[in-house]
């Protein structure tokens, strides 16, 4: 089955504690990314990548960090989580082609995170 | 600078009957792609239609049907015939080479 997969779903964690939150894709899709979900501000771009070893920053990247090692595979890592930081995370994949490259995306299942 | 707005923060609608999201956005580019994502209460983020905007004609995609003027910036939603399972937040979504960029989202309720 065609899908994006992240983990942990749930998470509640403490300020400082760095956390990784694993995104994985089997679709073979070049285009990655990682949004924010907050009430009222919609979904908020944190990082991209566009391939392997390629990553960009997006509107909100501040506190936060990835990777592109492999294709399938984008974590994301929090360094030093912060409350702000408590929010709903997407990862989503993408096809890349076309006249405006990025296609539809696929979503992951998102990962509520808390950080106390 | 790209922007999307979404005007309506909560809407609702009479089962059965038709209802249209409204959507603006702002773009220097020709070429991108529009969205309307739906996120139901199980927060599953599901493409409902996609437009791109080098085409004239507006897709459709059973009950959903979008209202794409490119001169006006502007790419509502109309849902025909609406169901209880149409409730959700639907976003409306903008992309153009690597960036994507959301609106903030219109609640919809459907009312028995």
């Known amino acids: 089955e065609a899908q994006v997969t992240q983990n942990p779903r749930y998470l509640i964690t403490v300020t400082g504690k760095k956390l990784t939150v694993t995104c994985s894709q089997n679709m073979n899709h070049e285009y990655m990314s990682w949004y924010r979900q907050d009430p009222g501000l919609g979904l908020r771009q944190i990082y991209y990548s566009m391939n392997v070893e390629v990553t960009d920053k997006g509107d909100v990247p501040e506190g936060y960090k990835v990777s592109r090692k492999e294709k399938r595979n984008f974590p994301l890592i929090l360094e030093s989580p912060s409350p702000n930081q408590t929010s709903l995370y997407f990862c989503?994949?993408?096809?890349?082609?076309?006249?405006?490259?990025?296609?539809?995306?696929?979503f992951g299942p998102g990962t509520r995170l808390t950080v106390l | 600078a790209q922007t999307v707005t979404q005007s309506q923060p909560e809407m609702s609608v009479q089962e059965a009957e038709t209802v249209t999201l409204s959507c603006t956005y702002d773009?220097?580019?020709?070429?991108?792609?529009l969205f309307w994502y739906k996120q139901p209460p199980s927060r599953q983020m599901i493409l409902v239609i996609r437009?791109?905007?080098?085409?004239?004609q507006n897709a459709t995609e059973n009950r959903f049907s979008v209202n794409f003027q490119k001169a006006a910036k502007s790419f509502s939603l109309k849902i025909s015939d609406s169901q209880l399972g149409d409730a959700a937040m639907y976003f409306c979504a903008l992309n153009r080479d690597d960036k994507i960029i959301f609106g903030k989202g219109t609640r919809l309720h459907i009312l028995p």
């Open positions: 989503a994949s993408s096809p890349v082609g076309g006249l405006a490259y990025v296609n539809e995306q696929f």
């Open positions: 437009q791109e905007a080098y085409k004239q």
């Open positions: 773009t220097s580019e020709s070429d991108y792609y």
